[in-house]
């Protein structure tokens, strides 16, 4: 099984920058792939940005140039840098790890809140 803790969402300014972090805990040395996923509300969730166990990455167009997913294998943490937020970001932002054997993983989610 695979824990994953999500932190560092908040309330911030159009056009100001947030990082949040996900802590993986667990059966972690099987991870494939982690990655962000935001909720907002009366939307269906959506994949915001996504980095191989190889580092190699993905995003959604939405947020491409704006946003940076990187990990930190030795602290087995994943961050998203979220730079010109703008108040579409708005949402609950959810970490998530596929693992080669217990599959998905989510986190319990994390508040981001741009204000206009």
């Known amino acids: 099984q695979v824990q994953l803790v999500e932190s560092g969402g908040g309330l911030v300014q159009a056009g100001g920058s947030l990082r949040i972090s996900c802590v993986a805990s667990?059966?972690?040395?099987?991870?494939?792939?982690m990655g962000w996923y935001r909720q907002a509300p009366g939307k269906q969730r959506e994949l915001v940005a996504h980095?191989?166990?190889?580092?190699?990455?993905n995003y959604a167009d939405s947020v491409k140039g704006r946003f940076t997913i990187s990990r930190d294998n030795a602290r087995n943490t994943v961050y998203l840098q979220m730079n010109s937020l703008k108040p579409e970001d708005t949402a609950v932002y959810y970490c998530?790890?596929?693992?080669?054997?217990?599959?998905?993983?989510w986190g319990q989610g994390t508040q981001v809140t741009v204000s206009s």
């Open positions: 998530h790890a596929l693992h080669s054997i217990f599959g998905n993983s």
């Open positions: 667990g059966s972690i040395f099987s991870i494939n792939s």
């Open positions: 980095i191989t166990s190889g580092g190699s990455t």
